[in-house]
């Protein structure tokens, strides 16, 4: 959890990023190696963890047993729980967030529910809307999971638009993205500073 490094230090916030889409050359993974380096260079304070969803397995509670969960699981619940705050990165499939995302969210929604009081932020990379609909659905998902997202500034990205955004690998490239990608940062640490009265 938070924690300030001495007297005057600015207070450390750890967030936890997960990426909805598994593909490595997912550009929504692209975005959070950029928030990753963005915090690095030139946000005090915020450390970034990716917190990998691809082996969680299908939500199935029949794995669950004397209040424990499959190892893996219960691996990504305590990533989950001991972070701050949650940053999204959620891929559109079919107006909605993706099968996978949606598995890690109901799987660290079990009893106890480690995604409570935390602050969170969600951004996406797709073709169109830039993938609206599914931060739409996001949010409503986290009412009930009592997730706090910050309002402003949104990130939506058509991914496929002129100039180009991505190089060949992935990598965001275009610098007014990069610095819309920073500017989330710097609200999602102002408010999870605020949620926790600091």
């Not at 995302?101 to 969600?122: C, E, I, Q």
């Not at 990379?125 to 993938?131: K, Q």
Request: with cysteine; net charge positive.
């Amino acid at each position: 959890m938070a924690a300030a490094v001495g007297a005057g230090a600015i207070p450390r916030i750890k967030v936890a990023a997960i990426c909805g889409s598994l593909r490595e050359g997912s550009y929504n993974r692209g975005l959070i190696r950029s928030a990753i380096e963005i915090s690095k260079s030139s946000i005090p304070g915020v450390e970034i963890e990716l917190v990998e969803i691809l082996e969680l397995p299908l939500l199935n509670t029949d794995l669950e047993g004397e209040g424990r969960f499959p190892p893996v699981v219960e691996a990504f619940r305590q990533k989950i729980l001991e972070a701050d705050s949650i940053l999204f990165a959620s891929p559109e499939h079919n107006y909605s967030v993706s099968a996978p995302l949606k598995n890690a969210l109901d799987w660290a929604s079990r009893p106890p529910n480690v995604w409570g009081d935390k602050a969170a932020a969600t951004i996406s990379a797709s073709g169109g809307s830039g993938g609206k609909r599914s931060q739409y659905h996001l949010r409503q998902i986290g009412v009930f999971l009592d997730l706090h997202f910050i309002n402003k500034p949104e990130f939506f990205l058509n991914a496929f638009q002129p100039p180009a955004k991505f190089d060949k690998n992935s990598n965001l490239i275009d610098a007014q993205t990069r610095e819309n990608l920073k500017q989330v940062l710097l609200s999602l640490q102002a408010f999870t500073l605020r949620l926790q009265g600091r």
